[in-house]
Structures are given as structure tokens and as C-alpha cells.
């Protein structure tokens, strides 16, 4: 029985995230006493694949012909591929929320989410989040196969050099989904698996001020975001949005500018270590669960944050 990992691409390559799945699977066929298999369903080339065995992939399966939204396809192909796997590892994208529900039903296996543990022993049992991250939650798997999506950031990269063996397939059945247009958020970093996310709202009063909150990214090296109003009024696009509603953020930091701190936006966003918040009112809720708390006019404290810390990089 092998350990088989679904490998997303983006425009060809692999990100951190992907990598991650690997080396999670890797560390979980070691404890099985097995080997792991990579399946790529996007057009990635060798050169890109091979990654995969940086990571502990001994063998990877390429089928190039589907639509990173068909999640039809994408579960019958794996469910199909998966008779010699006991466990299934995702990243926990919107890509693998789309397809682990149908690969679930189909398998019959349990499907666990938001997982921060390795198991023990062959006994499936996990560590996940619940509860908007609030709460812990071990749970012990009883089916034959398991399904396991790692939350993005809790795991980490672990390098384990393996001879990597190519195999590319022709196209298995097709699903019935149509897809006539899609649109790729195009942020230099993303959101997902940044270790950085600088994050504004509405105390920016606008989007022509959005530019001292892109400066103070690049200097930090990270991505940028947005309260969820902010999104709904045009200000940002609604791939920036973050929160319980939007894209969860499990950064090393997580600096809000400007955010007040709605319990569905700090639901989404409290699994960061480290959180700074930088707000006129004193009474922001945000300030309750930051870590750190700047009280002051955003458009007088930023550009002085960027000035120090330019100054500490030189």
C-alpha cells in the first residue's frame, strides 16, 4: 500500500504548498512503512516534476489534460489511480475543498481537514483545527483508505532526495463539466502560503491610498490583503479578501491596518503566530486578540515603519 499525494501547479509550477503535501506524505509513508506516489493532472513539465522527488515522491503520474475546476474529473481519475493507496494527501486548497468531498463519497473513506499532525502509527490518527481554529480535535480514521488535507504553513518543508521515476498517462474518463472562462488571481505571493501578510480596511478610506500598504509588502517581502468590506466595495479584488469568509491565513505574521476586527474576520485570520494591529480607535476589537497594538493614524505610522525597517535591511 503506497501513500499517493495530489500535486497542484500554478501556470506550470509548483509552489511551497505543493511541496509541503509532499513532504507530509513522505513523512507519513516512512511511518506506514511504504513509498510515496505524486499525481499531477495540470501540463507541468519533467524538469518541474522531478521537484517532486526533492521531497520524497519516488514515482510520479502525469496525466496533463485537466481542468485545475474540474473536480469531477479530478476525483474520478484519482479514485480510479488510488486502489493501492491506504492514505490520500491534499494541500488544503480551494482546489482540494472542491474535490476531497466527491473522492470521499466515492472511496468511502474519511476525509479529514485541516489537519497539523502526523499520525503515531497505522492506526490513522490525526490532530486537526475546528472551530474557526479555536479548538483541537484528534480523530481516529476507521475506513480502508483515508483522506488527509494538511492546513497550509502548519507542516512545513522536509527534503528527502528520492529517484523520482515519470510516468505520463493519456486521459482517463472525462467528467460532464464545462467550463467556458477562468480568471487566476495574479498577487506576486500568495495569500495561502505567505509567511508574511500585510492586510488593510477601510480605515484606508480608499484605494488610491493602497500604495504605502503594497511598499510595506515588498519590504517585508510579503503578500497583501483585505477586510472583507473592503473586497464587497471594489476597493481590492476578492482574491485579497481575508477572513472566515474569505481565505484563511496561518502566516508567521499578520499585520491588519485599519481592520477593526470582526469575529469572522479574526476567525479567519487567528491561526497566525505573531499579530500586529494598527488602528486610530483604542476599543478595536482587534487590539484584544493582537499580539502586538499600534495606536495611531495609519498614513503617519506605515510610511515611518517602512523608513525603519529600509533602514534595518541596509
Given at each position: 500500500m503506497s ?8 501556470g506550470?509550477n509548483?509552489?511551497?504548498?505543493t ?9 507519513t509513508a516512512?511511518?506506514?512503512g511504504t513509498?510515496?506516489v ?8 519533467d ?5 517532486l522527488?526533492?521531497y520524497g515522491a519516488?514515482k ?12 469531477q ?5 484519482i479514485a480510479?489511480?488510488s486502489t493501492?493507496?491506504?492514505v490520500i ?9 472542491m474535490?476531497t468531498p466527491?473522492l470521499?463519497v466515492?472511496l468511502?473513506a ?6 497539523i499532525s502526523l499520525?503515531e ?5 490525526i490532530?486537526?483545527k475546528?472551530?474557526s481554529t479555536k479548538?483541537i480535535?484528534i480523530i481516529?480514521?476507521n475506513t480502508e ?5 494538511i ?5 512545513g518543508?522536509?527534503?528527502?532526495q528520492?529517484d523520482c ?10 467528467g460532464s463539466l ?5 480568471e487566476?488571481?495574479s ?8 509567511e ?23 519590504v517585508l517581502g510579503?503578500a497583501?490583503a483585505?477586510?472583507?468590506p473592503v473586497?464587497?466595495?471594489?476597493w ?7 477572513g472566515q ?5 496561518t502566516a508567521d505574521?499578520y499585520?491588519?491596518?485599519?481592520i477593526?476586527g470582526?469575529i469572522q474576520?479574526?476567525?479567519?485570520v487567528?491561526s497566525?503566530k ?36 529600509k533602514k534595518?535591511?541596509?
Open positions: 501513500v499517493l499525494v495530489y500535486t497542484e501547479s500554478w506550470g509548483f509552489r511551497k504548498s511541496f509541503e503535501a509532499v513532504s507530509y506524505a513522505s513523512e516512512k511511518i506506514l513509498n510515496v505524486a499525481l499531477s493532472l495540470e501540463d507541468v513539465s524538469e518541474e516534476l522531478v521537484k522527488g526533492s519516488s510520479v503520474v502525469s496525466i496533463p489534460s485537466v481542468n485545475k475546476g474540474d473536480s474529473s479530478a476525483s474520478k481519475i480510479e489511480l493501492d493507496a491506504s494527501v491534499f494541500s488544503g486548497t480551494h482546489t482540494a475543498r474535490i466527491r470521499s466515492k468511502a474519511a476525509c479529514i481537514t485541516n489537519v499520525t502509527s497505522s492506526e490513522i490518527t490532530k486537526r475546528s472551530f479548538a480535535e481516529k480514521s483508505k483515508t483522506i488527509l488535507s492546513s497550509p504553513n502548519s507542516f518543508l522536509i527534503e528527502n528520492m521515476l515519470i510516468e505520463r498517462s493519456d486521459f482517463i474518463e472525462k464545462i467550463f467556458e472562462g477562468q487566476t488571481a498577487g506576486k505571493i500568495s495569500i495561502s502560503e505567505a508574511i501578510v500585510v492586510s488593510a480596511g477601510r480605515g484606508l478610506k480608499g484605494p488610491e491610498n493602497w500604495g504605502m500598504i503594497e511598499e510595506l509588502a515588498d510579503a497583501t483585505c477586510s472583507k473586497s464587497d466595495i471594489g481590492r479584488p476578492h482574491s485579497e479578501h481575508v469568509t474569505g481565505k484563511p491565513v505574521l499585520i491588519a491596518i485599519g477593526s470582526a474576520h479574526l476567525a479567519g487567528n497566525s505573531v499579530m500586529v494591529a494598527i488602528n486610530t480607535d483604542p476599543e478595536a476589537p482587534f487590539f484584544k486578540a493582537a499580539d502586538y497594538g499600534i495606536i495611531g493614524d495609519a498614513f503617519e505610522v506605515v510610511p515611518k515603519l517602512i523608513q525603519e525597517i534595518f535591511k541596509n
